[in-house]
């Protein structure tokens, strides 16, 4: 079942819709065949055809339809919108055309007071692409990260004065904000640029280099360690052999104060002097904490099994896609004005009947939220799902607008 097509896609080109079924692929049945060979009979080389045959609402026989293949570039922002004078973009991942694409999105926001940048998971990418992305917002000789080896020591600095050096930004990191995430988190925090909201990250800080040998195999060898521009060494401390202790302290992130506050560790950042830790990831300035959002273990479940995605597709079923976008032209008509609860709710119970009696207001409210979000997701694009769930549910995105809106986000750093 199609959930939503790419923009500029094959798919989108070739007119496919949301709930199409896809029941054979060039001219072969694909019924009760498992999803790995699906996606391989899909894939093909750019700019060859394939051939699908599609079920779609409303007509009674099945539609055959021609895709030319192409290359898809997935994109490293996986979301931006505005809430209100507030603009957001989600980071998954630190790909080198992530400075264009991130800037690209900024300018799709139009005039905004405030810039959310979020790193939630995201694991990191391309060193070059954290030291491009974080000068968009610093000046001409800001340092963003250095490099400390045995034998020499490299620092990496903005070359020029960053596009949006103006722009006011609030960083929403968490456990799983790794790499290149600390790298721009940390330069941030560093200069003062910014707030950091959230939760340690999980403090990833070397820099590795493969030596080949004869027979193919490869070394992996630690070099240099990354330090913040206030010389805070982003790595986590390891003991080697002891693996499971460096597992288990995955469970610092628990606790506000969750890098032991080590004098030794201690340092400042360089415009206000704040007191900052090193020898564990970034800590956010404003601590979030991780049982914010605690579900039932029935609603954790229906999540695993994407419950909230099938009941989108047996609703559209049910409801055209046309008559949501012509009666609520947009996605804030669609959360203000449309009750979707009682047909959604009665598909979702479908899905998981086992969601029944351990609910909880926080679970309800999290179901309502993610049936909107699913179902705008398929009229209005995947920017509608996190703008739903952003703007309704949460709690990192609803402190962060509530951290600026009270104007604690000022910074000294363009007032020098």
């Known amino acids: 079942v199609v959930r939503t097509t790419l923009a500029n896609s094959p798919a989108e080109r070739a007119k496919i819709l949301p709930n199409d079924r896809i029941v054979s692929i060039d001219n072969h049945s694909i019924i009760a065949i498992p999803t790995d060979s699906i996606a391989t009979l899909l894939r093909g080389n750019p700019h060859t055809d394939v051939r699908l045959g599609i079920i779609r609402r409303g007509n009674d026989k099945p539609l055959n339809i021609t895709l030319e293949r192409d ?12 809430i209100g004078d507030i603009g957001y973009i989600s980071v998954s991942t630190f790909s080198k055309p992530v400075v264009s694409e991130f800037y690209s999105a900024y300018k799709t926001l139009g005039d905004i007071e405030h810039l959310i940048v979020d790193l939630r998971d995201n694991a990191g990418g391309a060193i070059t692409s954290a030291i491009d992305l974080t000068g968009l917002f610093l000046r001409k000789g800001d340092v963003v990260v250095s490099t400390e080896g045995r034998n020499n020591n490299i620092v ?53 280099r493969v030596i080949d040998l004869k027979d193919g195999s490869g070394i992996c060898l630690t070099v240099a360690r990354y330090k913040t521009p206030s010389g805070r060494v982003i790595q986590r401390p390891y003991a080697m052999g002891d693996a499971e202790s460096y597992a288990s302290d995955t469970l610092r992130y628990m606790h506000p104060d969750s890098i032991p506050h080590d004098h030794e560790l201690l340092y400042h950042t360089l415009k206000l002097s704040r007191k900052v830790y090193g020898g564990g990831g970034i800590t956010p300035d404003l601590y979030i904490a991780s049982d914010t959002l605690h579900l039932s273990p029935s609603v954790a479940q229906s999540v695993a099994e994407a419950a909230f995605e099938h009941t989108a597709v047996d609703f559209y079923d049910k409801v055209a896609v046309e008559d949501i976008i012509a009666a609520y032209p947009t996605i804030d008509d669609f959360i203000a004005n449309y009750d979707i609860i009682p047909i959604a709710l009665a598909l979702y119970r479908e899905q998981a009947p086992y969601v029944t009696l351990d609910t909880t207001p926080l679970d309800d409210a999290y179901i309502r939220t993610m049936l909107m979000a699913v179902i705008a997701e398929v009229a209005y694009g995947v920017n509608a799902r996190h703008y739903v769930y952003a703007t309704l549910f949460d709690p990192m995105i609803g402190e962060a607008v509530r951290v600026i809106e009270s104007n604690q986000h000022r910074s000294p750093y363009y007032f020098d």
């Open 156 to 208: 990496y600095d903005a070359k020029r004065d960053g596009l949006l050096r103006d722009v006011p930004i609030t960083v929403i990191i968490n456990e799983n904000s790794a790499s290149a995430s600390e790298i721009f988190a940390g330069a941030i925090q560093d200069h003062d640029r910014g707030t950091i909201i959230g939760r340690t990250s999980y403090g990833k800080g070397l820099v590795q």
């Open 71 to 82: 290359n898809i570039e997935s994109s490293a922002i996986s979301a931006a919108f505005r």
